[in-house]
């Protein structure tokens, strides 16, 4: 039976976080594992948001790491801040990040109490940095996480399974298959 206090957040489906060698592997499975998740909420009528990270060309939304790299990213305008290609999003609420959280800066927590929910369902890139630390904040604005584990990419496997698995223990988080995942939003 599907919960209806859930939304479907997916994090960062753009070109700009698929450039590296590790993750182009990953773009046609996350495209078609995100469709399909996105499809299953749709019949189920769970609300989609989808949280693309974009950043100010004058370094003003960089982070710690970007300014001392002197590299920024993800500017406005870009071929980067485009989702992937045959991404079935379009009808999601749309925000912006300049952080890992889709949490911080942003009115995701407002907007997921708008809309009743109670769990969030996370996917996109990656399981070590943006998936990690919105589940984390997640559990700090009292969401229930359920992390869609074939609709989540990870450049650091060795470490961004392992940090998810954690968080589930810890914050009693749960990682879902797609078979979980398909009772879970079975109306």
């Given at each position: ?126 399981a070590e940095s943006c998936i990690a630390a919105t589940g984390r904040d997640a559990f700090a604005h009292d969401f229930r996480v359920v992390y ?40």
């Amino acid at each position: 039976m599907t919960e209806l206090s859930t939304a479907v957040v997916f994090i960062d489906l753009q070109e700009g976080f698929f450039e590296d060698p590790s993750s182009r592997d990953n773009r046609e499975l996350m495209v078609a594992e995100s469709n399909r998740l996105a499809g299953l909420a749709r019949q189920a009528g769970i609300p989609l948001f989808v949280v693309s990270t974009v950043h100010a060309r004058d370094k003003s939304t960089w982070t710690l790491k970007m300014l001392e790299d002197d590299q920024g990213f993800n500017f406005p305008g870009t071929p980067q801040v485009q989702l992937l290609d045959g991404l079935d999003l379009e009808a999601a609420t749309h925000l912006e990040k300049i952080r890992d959280s889709a949490f911080h800066g942003t009115s995701l927590a407002q907007r997921l109490r708008t809309v009743g929910a109670r769990t969030v369902i996370l996917a996109g890139v990656t399981a070590e940095s943006c998936i990690a630390a919105t589940g984390r904040d997640a559990f700090a604005h009292d969401f229930r996480v359920v992390y869609a584990r074939e609709a989540i990419a990870s450049s650091a496997a060795e470490t961004g399974w392992p940090l998810l698995e954690g968080l589930c223990d810890t914050l009693r988080q749960r990682i879902l298959n797609r078979p979980d995942l398909e009772r879970l939003l079975t109306p």
